[in-house]
């Protein structure tokens, strides 16, 4: 059965930094575009960034440009979100995914094109 383990989150302080990961099992990232979604309690799962299948094309959401860096490793079948200023608002449960397509360049931030998902890993930023 397809798979994907999110690692990395845990309880920083405001200005900290974090990497999350994100682990393919029994099946091949490279074959995906990959997303990464966030849930604070009380709001929907929104999109924070995602890489094109190519890895050549990235998008983030306003929120956290110029803070996160999404990039991808297919030789270790896993993408990562690294993720630095942080702020008690990027408190969350974040979410890895990815999404069937056959197009190399390009990637999107709603949530309901994406076809797997992980369980999500808990980000806490807090002094």
């Known amino acids: 059965q397809l798979q994907l383990v999110e690692s990395g989150g845990g309880l920083v302080q405001p200005g900290g930094s974090l990497r999350l990961s994100c682990k393919g099992h029994?099946?091949?990232?490279?074959?995906?575009?990959i997303g990464w979604f966030r849930q604070a309690p009380g709001k929907e799962r929104e999109g924070v960034s995602c890489?094109?299948?190519?890895?050549?094309?990235?998008n983030y959401a306003d929120s956290v440009k110029d803070r996160f860096t999404i990039s991808r490793d297919n030789a270790k079948n896993t993408a990562y979100l690294q993720m630095n200023s942080l702020k008690p608002e990027d408190t969350a449960v974040y979410y890895c995914?990815?999404?069937?397509?056959?197009?190399?360049?390009?990637?999107?931030?709603?949530?309901?094109?994406?076809?797997?998902w992980g369980r999500g890993t808990q980000v806490t930023v807090s002094s």
């Open positions: 029994r099946f091949r990232l490279d074959y995906y575009a």
């Open positions: 995914a990815v999404l069937i397509t056959t197009v190399q360049d390009m990637c999107g931030l709603v949530r309901w094109e994406y076809d797997y």
């Open positions: 890489i094109s299948k190519s890895g050549n094309t990235t």
